[in-house]
């Protein structure tokens, strides 16, 4: 199941729980650095509420890379998650 939030204030917290009860996991992708961002809040979101207890795994994040954002194209696409990244992350928390 895929939610693309549409606004992060106010976020849709139910749907992502509702989300978590129904599949079980928690993947979240997106371009930002790893530190304090959407991924985190809804990480620690889940981790706070009652959704928690469903997870049959740790919840996965897909980030950016923690460097300042390069100018060369190709070093650019390799700073920001793609397609290989998102699936090796689902994989790791359907464990296999």
Not at 7 to 23: F, G, H, L, N, Q
Not at 24 to 44: D, K
Request: hydrophobic share 45%; proline share 7%.
């Amino acid at each position: 199941q895929v939610i693309n939030l549409r606004t992060i204030r106010p976020m849709d917290i139910e749907t992502v729980e509702a989300s978590v009860v129904k599949t079980n996991h928690l993947v979240t992708v997106e371009g930002g650095w790893p530190q304090f961002g959407v991924g985190a809040e809804i990480c620690a979101r889940i981790m706070e509420g009652p959704a928690f207890n469903y997870l049959d795994a740790p919840a996965v994040r897909v980030t950016g890379a923690d460097v300042p954002m390069p100018y060369a194209k190709i070093l650019e696409d390799n700073s920001i998650p793609q397609v290989k990244d998102i699936v090796f992350a689902v994989k790791k928390a359907l464990n296999i």
